[in-house]
Structures are given as C-alpha cells and as structure tokens.
T-cell receptor, first 114, second 115 residues
Framework: DAGVIQSPRHEVTEMGQEVTLRCKPISGHDYLFWYRQTMMRGLELLIYFNNNVPIDDSGMPEDRFSAKMPNASFSTLKIQPSEPRDSAVYFC????????????FGPGTRLTVL | AQSVTQPDIHITVSEGASLELRCNYSYGATPYLFWYVQSPGQGLQLLLKYFSGDTLVQGIKGFEAEFKRSQSSFNLRKPSVHWSDAAEYFCAVGPRTSGTYKYIFGTGTRLKVLA
C-alpha cells in the first residue's frame, strides 16, 4: 500500500486566495483526520470523518475552513479566503478506527500564505 | 483540562548514549498512550503504544516506554542512540471510551545526535 497520499506537498499562495488540500487515505481505513502543525500550537486536530461523515469539527479554526469527504478514497480541506496566519503544515491521517488503532500519517502539505 | 506535556523542547545526546524523553499527561481517566516520531519533511510514524497490561512496552527501532500511573507519565527510552534517531518525538493520548476520537499531542521534543 502506498500509504496516505497528500497533495500538493508545498503550496505558496497570496492572502485572499482559495487553497485546497487533498488527501487519499489508506484503502479500507474508515477514519480520516486532518491536523495542522505550527511552531506555536504544535499538532492540532481540525476535523475527523468516520465512513465519510464528519464527526468532530470542533478544531476547525473558523468558517474560512471547510472539509469534505465525498467518498472513501478522497478528502479535501479548503481555506477560503486564506490568511498569512494559516501558514502551517497540514497533515492527513487515516485509521482502521476505534480508539486503539494506529493513525497513519501522510507526508503533509506545507502551506505558505504571503 | 486534558493536556500532554513534553518538558524538553530540545535534547542533544551523543551516539551510543542512552536516551529518555519525558511525557506527562493530564486526563480524566487513564488514556491510551502513544509515541510518534517525525523525521524532517515526513509525517508522523508510530513508535509504540500502551493500552493495558505490562506497563513497559516495546516499540520499533529499539525504543521502549514505561507507563507510570502514579506519576501520569509515559517516558520514552532507548539504551543506545543511533545517528538515524535524530528526529522530533511526540507523545499523544487518546480516549478509551466511545465518543470523540480525539488525540491530544504534546508539543514535541527535537532530538539531536552527536557523532
């Protein structure tokens, strides 16, 4: 298995632009997680899905952020409009579910908003 | 409030020396406990996890961790560090019960290994 796949690996955009990050989880995993990593706040859970349904989005910082999972093999995290403070590394992870299973992380997308 | 504390932001050790990375947590009940490692430019990889039973757990790459309930700690150890162990290490806790499947991560400890 190729593991969790994220694209793009790097994204540089200007303030106000829309940004879309993409994730393909490991086949058969029924949980998908979006995290944000910054120096100031560390690794934060933004949202997670179970069987394509958003379960907990309490970590989404504000309405500018949205996430979708249209099918079991694809998810997007969208920021519209983007701001410089959104600059971070965004990770996607997937898991077979329930609490004792390992989360497998993708390589991350490094987002820079100018 | 639930939290994970890794008091050491940076640690430097010589190759071949022993290593201990500290992790303390604050949680309503004993959570599931994890250690992850992140190499530069990579995602996080699970080193080991504790759910129940023997409080000393073995992981990959020669790492082990000991759960101490009385101290709310889950420290990571390695008897002899290799240069390839240079990375950032994250302790995490997760809930045992049903409900939100939300892990809490520590802020990480960056390990530097001297040749």
């Amino acid at each position: 298995d190729a593991g969790v796949i994220q694209s793009p690996r790097h994204e540089v955009t200007e303030m106000g632009q829309e940004v879309t990050l993409r994730c393909k989880p490991i086949s058969g995993h029924d949980y998908l997680f979006w995290y944000r990593q910054t120096m100031m706040r560390g690794l934060e859970l933004l949202i997670y899905f179970n069987n394509n349904v958003p379960i907990d989005d309490s970590g989404m910082p504000e309405d500018r952020f949205s996430a979708k999972m249209p099918n079991a093999s694809f998810s997007t995290l969208k920021i519209q409009p983007s701001e410089p403070r959104d600059s971070a590394v965004y990770f996607c992870a997937s898991s077979l579910g329930v609490h004792d299973n390992e989360q497998f992380f993708g390589p991350g997308t490094r987002l820079t908003v100018l | 409030a639930q939290s994970v504390t890794q008091p050491d932001i940076h640690i430097t050790v010589s190759e071949g020396a022993s290593l201990e990375l500290r992790c303390n947590y604050s949680y309503g009940a004993t959570p599931y406990l994890f250690w992850y490692v992140q190499s530069p430019g990579q995602g996080l990889q699970l080193l080991l996890k504790y759910f129940s039973g023997d409080t000393l757990v073995q992981g990959i790459k020669g790492f082990e961790a000991e759960f101490k309930r009385s101290q709310s700690s889950f420290n990571l150890r390695k008897p002899s560090v290799h240069w390839s162990d240079a990375a950032e290490y994250f302790c995490a806790v997760g809930p045992r019960t049903s409900g939100t499947y939300k892990y809490i991560f520590g802020t990480g400890t960056r390990l530097k290994v001297l040749a």
